[in-house]
């Protein structure tokens, strides 16, 4: 759910983009920037910052909160900010849940004259659409763990193992490395006699005893 509170002052403003056909064209452009794969922070930002100008914003200032957690508003954050225009101190707020538990607040600063109804309308989406992006962005990142770590430890498993050494190949290192593989035998007779949450536990300190003695330029993987 998004929400938005704004102090509208009694002159109103003229907005940038005036005609419904420069309003979709702006728009198109901005889907196109804030959904460009790979999806990241630094792509999403800039689309952020193509549009702003011609809605006349000087700045955005981003922070979160909890939800019924009691954690604190975190700090605010300047998102966006074009230091060659004045700022006018009457910003809109929108607030949109980006996370379980988590909502974003967006406050959005206008130069020069006031937002317009138009304006308002423009901002409300466009900061929708990032926040889908971002959360589209953080999904594809939760996937990708999924895919690459074994559930139990969380090492890499066969894939994230596999994608390891082929950055370790691309360094043209690859010889520096020697590579050994071992099996905890009959483990299952763990499991059975104690159960398989005790296995899991048991299993879980291992890898991190495996984490621990290794350097940082290398690593450790669970294939099983």
Do not use: W
């Amino acid at each position: 759910m998004v929400k938005y509170s704004y102090l509208c002052g009694d002159h109103g403003g003229i907005g940038m983009i005036t005609e419904e056909k420069d309003c979709q064209r702006v728009h198109l452009k901005f889907l196109r920037d804030v959904t460009r794969e790979p999806i990241s922070m630094d792509s999403i930002m800039a689309a952020v910052g193509n549009v702003a100008p011609l809605l006349h914003i000087q700045k955005i200032v981003i922070s979160t909160t909890g939800i019924g957690t009691g954690i604190p508003r975190v700090k605010d954050e300047v998102y966006y900010e074009d230091p060659d225009k004045t700022l006018i101190d009457n910003p809109v707020e929108i607030s949109f849940q980006i996370e379980k538990g988590i909502v974003l607040h967006t406050r959005i600063y206008p130069y020069d004259c006031m937002f317009t109804e138009m304006d308002l309308n423009a901002i409300e989406m466009y900061v929708m659409e990032s926040c889908l992006s971002y959360q589209r962005m953080n999904m594809t990142n939760i996937i990708e763990e999924i895919s690459l770590r074994q559930y139990i430890t969380r090492l890499p498993n066969a894939n994230g193992y596999l994608k390891l050494i082929g950055k370790v190949i691309a360094t043209r290192r690859i010889r520096e490395y020697s590579g050994f593989y071992f099996n905890l035998k009959a483990f299952g007779n763990i499991n059975r006699m104690f159960g398989q949450d005790i296995g899991d536990e048991i299993i879980r300190r291992y890898a991190r005893i495996l984490k621990n003695f290794v350097r940082t330029d290398e690593f450790v993987g669970h294939l099983g």
